[in-house]
């Protein structure tokens, strides 16, 4: 196991922030024009709010596993389903940006949704600042939820 706590953080950082990379990668590539002619939400936020609140996240999930990697009572599955859920936070930008698919976007994000309450719940039994890290990542892909919604609905 990986015990040397420098190199575990920047592997952490670097497999979490991959997601970032790809996703950003999406974002640019297809965003527009398409992004620009949707019907969005009175409640939509400026589009230059999420890069940094993403930034944020991003480094908050790293902390995340990183704590729990080095806590006495880890156990590998969660390692393996926070890979899991990283897989499914990248996907959630191709599919809406590069496929333009509203609907497999929002079906991806409740599937985010619940793997990021299983990597609550899994972290919570071992390190509980783990947990307490990933709950803004949680109330920020509920509010992407509604706002997938919103698109899908209003579109």
């Known amino acids: 196991m990986l015990k040397n706590k420098f190199l575990s953080f920047t592997l952490f950082f670097i497999i979490t922030y991959s997601a970032s990379f790809i996703g950003g990668m999406a974002t640019i590539s297809f965003k527009e024009p ?10 939509n936020p400026p589009d230059w709010i999420f890069a940094p609140v993403w930034t944020t996240l991003y480094l908050m999930m790293t902390l995340a596993i990183w704590f729990f990697w080095h806590s006495k009572k880890k156990d590998i599955n969660t390692v393996y389903i926070y890979f899991i859920h990283i897989l499914f936070n990248t996907t959630w930008s191709v599919v809406f940006f590069a496929f333009h698919s509203i ?9 985010l949704i619940c793997l990021i309450v299983i990597l609550i719940l899994r972290f919570k ?13 949680l109330l920020w892909s509920c509010y992407a939820l ?6 899908f609905i209003l579109n």
């Open 125 to 137: 039994r071992v390190n509980n600042v783990s947990a307490y890290l990933m709950i803004p990542y």
């Open 103 to 111: 609907l497999l976007a929002l079906i991806n994000l409740m599937i």
């Open 146 to 151: 509604f706002l997938n919604l919103s698109l």
């Open 34 to 43: 398409w992004y620009s002619q949707l019907v969005k939400s009175s409640l």
